[in-house]
């Protein structure tokens, strides 16, 4: 398999940086999983790929809009009426292949596609309110719930993975710019770049 | 001016993109009625009050939806999937 290169280069900064004077507020990586993949539900068929999904990863997961599931080895959450997007080891996409059946619905592999930037700490919550208009407040946007959204052109599909952390998949092109938007916002907080 | 995203829920109007009005139905495509196709290519009535168009929710979960909406006061009074009211027999673009 093709050897993925991080598409963040010189703008991934490991260390402290911005305002420090009350310690990081965010921690911020790139936590790009091995598969990301895309399941897409014929219509009326998302509870049937939702099973599917879950079967395959362990998950539990349901077909309601914006949910979602964390696990160990895998995560799953929806970002469409009848998608979701998929993460894990090397073999999801087989996994996958093998559970959802064609007439339920399609997979399409994105691990070259997409990448993952993590945004965790006491100040998560406040860094991200400045880049995207939803309300990522626990009430509003519980823990493994997911959110399509964007930041001007770049599309992000986000989850909640922890109560102060949050996942984000971005076009692996424009990575890098949305990385250095992500690091300027955190600017004021403080932020500490971590591998 | 804030579009209920029937699977997103509440969304800043500029996640979305404008795809026209919902009102307007095609022609057969069979027919060579030359009124009928201008009508439905150039005839709006352009209301002022509650509306019906089409909108896409370009940065979010990408679907296409319904939006009865008042040209007055910005007013969204419903918002649906496009697919369910075409499913219903409903308009298509
Ligand atoms: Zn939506």
């Known amino acids: 398999m093709v050897e ?14 911005g305002n420090l004077t009350a310690g990081p507020g965010v921690q911020l990586a790139e936590v790009t999983p091995p598969a990301i993949v895309e399941a897409a539900a014929w219509p009326g068929q998302k509870e049937a790929l939702a099973r599917a999904v879950a079967g395959a990863t362990g998950l539990a997961l349901s077909a309601l809009p914006n949910a979602g599931a964390v696990g160990e080895q895998a995560t799953a959450f929806s970002i469409g009426p009848h998608r979701f997007l998929v993460t894990g080891g090397d073999d999801l996409t087989a996994r996958l292949t093998e559970a959802v059946p064609l007439e339920t619905g399609t997979l399409t592999d994105l691990s070259h596609g997409r990448i993952a930037l993590r945004v965790a700490g006491p100040r998560a919550e406040w860094v991200l309110s400045k880049l ?64 | 001016m804030l579009i209920p995203c029937p699977h997103c829920g509440p969304r800043d109007v500029q996640e979305f993109s404008y795809q026209g009005d919902a009102t307007r139905k095609r022609p057969d495509p069979a027919s060579t009625d030359v009124h009928a196709w201008h009508a439905y290519v150039y005839d709006r009535p352009n209301p002022a009050g509650p509306h019906r168009e089409y909108w896409q929710h370009i940065g979010g979960c990408r679907a296409h939806i319904v939006v ?14 496009a697919s369910d009211l075409s499913n219903q027999g409903g308009t298509r673009p």
């Open chain 1, 4 to 17: 993925r290169i991080s598409p963040l280069g010189a703008a991934f900064r490991p260390g402290r940086h």
């Open chain 1, 132 to 195: 995207f208009a939803i309300d990522f407040a626990a009430a509003a946007f519980p823990v493994a719930e997911g959110r399509a959204t964007a930041h001007h052109d770049v599309l992000a599909q986000i989850q909640r993975t922890g109560p102060d952390r949050f996942d984000l998949f971005v076009f692996r092109s424009l990575a890098r710019a949305f990385w250095e938007s992500l690091c300027a916002a955190s600017e004021e907080a403080g932020y500490e770049v971590v591998r």
């Open chain 2, 68 to 81: 009865e909406r008042d040209t007055l006061s910005h007013e969204v009074l419903g918002a649906a999937f």
